[in-house]
């Protein structure tokens, strides 16, 4: 399983101040809370069967993200994450990838493969962003709604009958 949180950019834009473009969505640096209305996702995605679970949270503690974990993941499956404390209480078999140090990929059998990463995560969250662009900014109360479809529509690739019962 590969873990990781996305922050939303918030809905409330002030239209008086003219502020450039570049600096318009993300004034103040930093993860987002539910609080200060850039609610955090939290993702998960299966290697093999490649099934997107995606949930707002409303923080992003090392408890919320272990109930996460646990609520989507096999007790034996590998969890890959990238380097942020928030995940260090993930009590499951960890694979960390350390973007601090220029890590992206790490090969830990020399194969030529490398088998720790989160770049099919990091994948999604494209698609998440570019589902939610149309929309402009989706209040935090009706976010959840809008990511469970956005999940649906990226789980449909893989429709099975099990996943439809």
Same mark, same amino acid.
């Given at each position: 399983?590969?873990?990781?949180?996305?922050?939303? +950019? +918030?809905?409330?834009?002030? =239209? *008086? %101040?003219?502020? @450039?473009? #570049? /600096? #318009?969505?993300?004034?103040?640096?930093?993860?987002?809370?539910?609080?200060?209305?850039?609610?955090?996702?939290?993702? *998960?995605?299966?290697?093999?069967?490649?099934?997107?679970?995606?949930?707002?949270?409303?923080?992003?503690?090392?408890?919320?993200?272990?109930?996460?974990? @646990? %609520?989507? *993941?096999?007790?034996? $499956?590998?969890? /890959?994450?990238?380097?942020?404390?928030?995940?260090?209480?993930?009590?499951?078999?960890?694979?960390?990838?350390? @973007?601090?140090?220029?890590?992206?990929?790490?090969?830990?059998?020399?194969?030529?493969?490398?088998?720790?990463?989160?770049?099919?995560?990091?994948?999604?969250?494209?698609?998440?962003?570019?589902?939610?662009?149309?929309?402009?900014?989706? @209040?935090? =109360?009706?976010?959840?709604?809008?990511? $469970?479809?956005?999940?649906?529509?990226?789980?449909?690739?893989?429709? *099975?009958?099990?996943?439809?019962?």
């Amino acid at each position: 399983m590969r873990c990781f949180k996305m922050w939303v +950019k +918030k809905a409330n834009r002030i =239209k *008086t %101040q003219r502020i @450039h473009p #570049r /600096r #318009r969505g993300n004034r103040r640096r930093g993860h987002g809370t539910y609080a200060n209305d850039r609610p955090p996702i939290v993702g *998960t995605i299966g290697c093999k069967s490649k099934r997107v679970r995606l949930r707002v949270a409303h923080r992003t503690d090392s408890a919320t993200l272990s109930a996460h974990v @646990h %609520q989507f *993941t096999l007790p034996m $499956a590998i969890v /890959r994450t990238d380097g942020w404390r928030g995940y260090n209480g993930i009590d499951r078999s960890h694979a960390i990838v350390c @973007h601090s140090d220029g890590e992206w990929a790490r090969d830990d059998d020399a194969d030529g493969i490398c088998e720790t990463h989160i770049n099919t995560i990091e994948g999604v969250w494209t698609t998440v962003r570019n589902f939610l662009r149309p929309f402009r900014g989706v @209040h935090k =109360k009706f976010l959840s709604g809008y990511i $469970a479809i956005c999940e649906f529509v990226i789980n449909l690739k893989s429709v *099975t009958v099990e996943f439809i019962s």
